[in-house]
């Protein structure tokens, strides 16, 4: 016998063997009762779900060429209220079972199905008959397995609710296949679903189905992936006597500000807080989850530590991390204390209502910080918010060549956000503190700031408004940045009608500086300030606008070393009016006219309209004019327009 009649033989064996085996399954479908398929079904189901099967449409069975049930219009457990509510259910029934005239379910497929979750406030739920049969199903020595084991959703629709937390969520185009032991012991769950409008793909699987139908210890890995995160968990879960779960969890994000929005917090005040990154040991214990060996990530900025997150009642956060270096510009990036310009209070609305979603409480530690244009060395911080009431503590941190300590507080309320520092700045450069903090820049020098203040209202031109404490400042070594005083004094000096000139140029040294400041509803009331230095000396009284940034001030300014042996220092009184960030010194025109010897009697004159001789003597020396031939001119002529040009 040739090979190929060998292989036309095995041909016809395997033709006529499938040809009896559809013969037989034709057979059987004109001996099966459908209806006795019917209703075997429907016992398969109930004994798996533990749920009872509603029927609110036909039944349609086919034997031929596979076996398969299908119930259209169909409701799982209570019809008041429904686990399930389905378009259409369909059992595809096993061959070889069918064969021998029994009906076996191989899996069951939910077209456009609504399935319902209520969880009461003892933690069960509706499809707990369901749980309760597939464990009484997987006990040892159970009469048998459970008939199916696979389920397949298309596009059903989820809906979450737990009324005692007041949680209601919608899970929309839900494609889902669930399998559960018949031969090994894991579950497993796979498919995708559309969650508040973005698509999540989704998978979960127990090692030991049995032992988490239990509630003891199994295995747990979960996947979960989207636009808005991803994540993962491997570890173990048990709900017996409470939740319990170990394991490593690993999660990211494109935005964490996006994310925290998607899930339904409110969005964070500022800027930053976007690409997110985090892998740690975590350890759930009832509504409290720990994370140990943190590695967060988050706008390019690296830390460590530990994190516990509290979901009983109110939502908490708490933990400590330590970074190498620490970028806060994203964060200030909308924080603007100035305008655009640098010359007015930013009028933009402070927004707080993100802070109101949940608790914090942190410690954060950085070996080099920037923010903005300042570099700040090593720094200890502590955050903590509470019902949207915001408390920032520097407990040091080495910055403008000295230390800070102190605190911020930061309230939302009806009028705006009440605000309230309490600072401490040791031995810091004047220049860049003060330049970055307030906009001054005319101050050179290291020195101790002391500031304790407190305002409120919708925007920082609204919080100067209403802005009341104290400040101080003292000083040592440092100078007036375009200020020579010291020359505008000795120039005054020698000939006290020549004019300031221009003498907003150049430095004026000190030796020391002391500042005393009240402040009252946005006014500054000068108290105290002092300026000391081997030249000069300073002393200033009056007012500034805080809300304006004007200056209203009067002070005087002396030689310290007199021009000529035996006499006394030139003293001079001047004002100080204008914008801080460029103010106007103009000296006291009245003591400038006593200092010259020409002009005294001037000023005198026009006390004593009198005194015309003296008048047309000091218009003469002033002008090095010639008496008219007529004699004393009026005296308006005389006066007014000769010291108007003196001056």
């Avoid at 099966?32 to 069975?61: P, Y």
């Avoid at 949680?167 to 769950?189: Q, R």
């Amino acid at each position: 016998m040739t090979a190929a009649t060998g292989f036309r033989r095995l041909g016809f064996l395997l033709l006529a063997v499938v040809a009896g085996g559809a013969g037989v399954l034709l057979s059987a479908s004109f001996f099966i009762s459908a209806d006795s398929v019917r209703q075997q079904t429907l016992s398969e189901i109930r004994a798996v779900t533990g749920l009872e099967l509603v029927l609110g449409g036909t039944a349609n069975v086919s034997l031929f060429p596979t076996g398969s049930i299908s119930y259209d219009n169909v409701i799982l457990g209570d019809a008041e209220r429904p686990a399930l509510k389905a378009e259409r259910l369909t059992a595809r029934l096993r061959f070889f079972p069918l064969l021998a005239g029994r009906v076996e379910i191989a899996d069951v497929s939910l077209e456009r199905p609504t399935i319902a979750i209520d969880v009461d406030a003892d933690g069960r739920t509706n499809w707990s008959g369901l749980i309760d049969a597939l464990a009484r199903s997987q006990k040892p020595g159970a009469p048998r397995p459970a008939a199916f084991s696979e389920m397949r959703i298309d596009n059903g629709t989820v809906l979450l609710r737990n009324r005692t937390h007041n949680i209601s969520e919608t899970l929309h185009g839900v494609e889902f296949s669930l399998a559960w032991p018949s031969i090994s012991k894991s579950f497993g769950a796979s498919g995708s679903f559309i969650w508040r409008d973005e698509q999540i793909d989704a998978s979960v699987t127990l090692a030991d189905f049995a032992a988490a139908l239990a509630g003891t210890r199994t295995g747990l890995k979960l996947r979960v992936s989207g636009a808005p995160m991803k994540a993962a968990f491997e570890g173990s879960i048990s709900v017996t006597p409470t939740l319990k779960v170990e394991g490593t969890l690993a999660a990211d994000s494109p935005s964490l500000r996006n994310a925290l929005v998607w899930v339904g917090q409110k969005p964070l005040p500022g800027g930053g807080f976007g690409r997110f990154a985090i892998k740690a040991q975590t350890n759930v214990v009832g509504g409290t989850i720990g994370l140990t060996g943190v590695n967060l990530e988050l706008d390019g900025n690296s830390a460590e530590g530990v994190l516990t997150f509290a979901t009983e009642g109110r939502k908490t956060l708490q933990g400590t991390l330590a970074a190498e270096t620490l970028d806060l510009s994203p964060y200030m990036s909308t924080v603007r204390l100035l305008t655009a310009n640098q010359r007015a209070w930013n009028s933009s609305r402070i927004g707080l209502e993100g802070l109101s979603g949940m608790d914090i409480d942190l410690r954060l530690s950085a070996a080099n910080v920037s923010m903005s244009n300042a570099k700040i060395g090593r720094t200890a911080i502590a955050a903590n918010l509470r019902g949207g009431h915001l408390v920032v503590t520097v407990g040091e941190a080495q910055a403008y060549g000295g230390l800070i300590k102190g605190s911020v507080t930061l309230a939302s309320v009806e009028r705006g956000v009440d605000v309230k520092s309490q600072m401490n700045f040791a031995d810091v450069d004047l220049e860049s503190c003060l330049g970055q903090l307030f906009g001054l820049r005319r101050l050179e020098g290291k020195g101790n700031i002391t500031l304790s203040v407190e305002g409120s209202g919708e925007s920082v031109l609204g919080v100067t408004r209403t802005l009341n404490g104290t400040a101080a400042l003292v000083g040592a070594k440092g100078a007036l940045a375009g200020l020579d005083v010291e020359q505008l004094l000795r120039r005054l000096e020698r000939r006290p009608l020549s004019g300031g000139g221009e003498f907003r140029t150049g430095r004026t040294p000190y030796e020391k500086i002391t500042v005393g400041l009240k402040i009252v509803q946005g006014t500054v009331t000068v108290e105290d300030v002092r300026i000391e230095g081997s030249a000069v000396r300073l002393a200033l009284a009056g007012s500034a606008s805080i809300p304006a940034r004007e200056l209203d001030l009067k002070g005087t300014a002396a030689l310290v070393v007199a021009a000529r042996p035996n006499t006394v220092p030139f003293e001079l009184p001047f004002i100080v009016q204008g914008s801080w960030d460029d103010p106007i010194m103009l000296p006291d025109p009245e003591a400038l006219i006593r200092r010259s010897g020409a002009a005294a009697p001037l000023l005198n004159a026009v006390r004593e309209r009198s005194a015309r001789d003296q008048v047309r003597s000091v218009i003469e020396r002033l002008t090095g004019g010639a008496p008219t031939a007529g004699g004393a001119m009026p005296a308006a002529e005389q006066t007014t327009e000769p010291v108007q040009k003196s001056q």
